[in-house]
């Protein structure tokens, strides 16, 4: 069942034997990133990934951003396994029996090169993986680095892996371990997620022939559409559904803080379940045929959770250093990029003969600083408190509130309109006070600054 | 109602391929005679129904299902209720979608 024979072990021992300028830690969006541009600039890398297979391990929903990967491999699009490119987007606030919704669709999306697809991780990261090993990189799967090996002075000088004489030496080391990592938590250069910092979400892949997707979805060819669902799917927690359109399959799914479902008692699948029999989605997925339930934490602490970026001989890159936009559902473009500038930095210093050191090192940081990674998360950092703290209103009262304005709106029975708008805003009120009104409304406002 | 829902669960973790390691269990749980309001919150919070309680209310955790989320890393981890590592290399959940 498991590949241990000799072919493997005098590999593991030929790895073991060599010496490396850089070890990556993970083969996901930000290890592959970092993996492939330090292979391409020549360096030693030994890549280590737990799974059998590159993306064995991952989960995402999935939209990729063209850009970023378009960075790292030019012509991505002529064999990476693309699924739909992405021509319209939905946002749905939802009540119990209804949703009001925003739909923006736009015939420009069906352009040459398309901004956005839809992708599906385990077999993405494999053909990702194939473009690191092209470039030159040895990439180990099926072992689990389990600790960072230090020297006297604390400097990272490699790592421990779980195979027998795992110890692997290297100039330095990129943490892409994921949003869970041990390695870096383990070594005190960075805290163990907390329940307030991730999210948890559950997904399942619906499959169903092509033409009864595109026919329910409105699509034709490869065109994709995303849903982002808020509202009382997540019961008061802080959390979105999504429903994204493969090629052949749906993948749908739902997340929430941590915190919030230890407080609450809610099940992520029971959650799930109440998301998928919703009268809004339940046609969209009947007849369907499952075929995979997993589940994902997602960093969702952003600006004020992002940890020491890099240290003597270390760099640490995408979730693992939480890089991860919650507000716009965004982690893999920023994986990516912080892996590449994680690996030009250590390029830079390299090309100048210079150690691994903190201070030499300190450049990554500089260079995230000034992309949008930093950027974007600096632009929305205090949303998360906002968002956690009131997250009954924002996901309960307000979504209940909307709907009941909308049906309410649309509902012809010979109340005046004058009377109806005084109805609405009169349950605005009752349920939040105007006060409370205001409150959340310039919290909302200062937060998205 | 717990039997429902873990049924359900298990239902959802068929779909699924795995790669068992046995005798070599990547989450413990530590003894104990009450358990903590953390580790009792894993009881509904793990998305594979890897924890319950026995006969004596206490928690234990069965790791053929777990999906390696670490959400009970999370929750649990940092007052000593569990030991949590990764799997061995390879073996574990094996995602074909992700
Ligand atoms: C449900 C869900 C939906 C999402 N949707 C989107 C989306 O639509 N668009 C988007 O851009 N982002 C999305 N994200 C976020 C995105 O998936 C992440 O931001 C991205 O995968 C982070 O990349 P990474 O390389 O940092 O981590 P990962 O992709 O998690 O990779 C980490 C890798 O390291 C390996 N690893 C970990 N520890 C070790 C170890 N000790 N030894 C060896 N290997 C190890 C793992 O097996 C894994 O391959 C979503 C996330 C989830 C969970
Ligand atoms: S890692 Fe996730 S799936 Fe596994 S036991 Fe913990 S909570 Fe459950």
Redesign the pocket.
Known sequence: MRATGSQDRTRRDLVTAETFDIIV???????NAAALTLAKHGLKVLQ????EY?GS???????L?ADMLEALVANFRQDAPLERHLVEQRFWMMDDRSHTGLHYRSDDFNEERPNRYTIIRAQFDRWFSQKVREAGATVLCE???TELMQDANGKVVGVRTDRADGEIHAGAVVL????N???GTRAGVRKRPTPDTVAL?V?EMHFLPREVIEARFNLKGDEGLVIEAAGTISRGMTGMGFIYTNKECISL?I?CLVAHFTSTGETPYGLLDRFKRHPSVAPLIEGSEVKEYAA?L?PEGGFKAIPQLYGEGWVV????AQL?NAMH???????MTSGRLAAEAIIQVKSRGAPMTATNLSIYKTMLDHSFVIRDLRKYKDMPALMHTYSRNFFLTYPELVSESMQNFLRVDGTPKAEKEKQSLNSFVKSRSWSGLLGDAVRLARAWR | MSTDRSARVEDRLFYNRYLLDPGHPHIKVRPHTMPSSELVSMLTTCPAHCYVANDKHQIEVAVDGCIECGTCRVICEERGDIEWS?PRGGYGVLFKFG
């Not at chain 1, 280590?48 to 799974?51: D, H, P």
């Not at chain 1, 559902?329 to 994986?335: H, P, T, V």
């Open positions: 830690v993970g083969a996901g969006m930000a290890g280590l990934e737990r799974g590159p391990k991952n989960v995402q929903g999935a939209i951003y072992t689990t680095a892409a371990e994921g949003v990592g041990l390695l979400a997904k799914g997340g994902h997602i890159v995408g979730d693992a991860n559902r965004e982690g893999s473009n920023l994986a | 990764y």
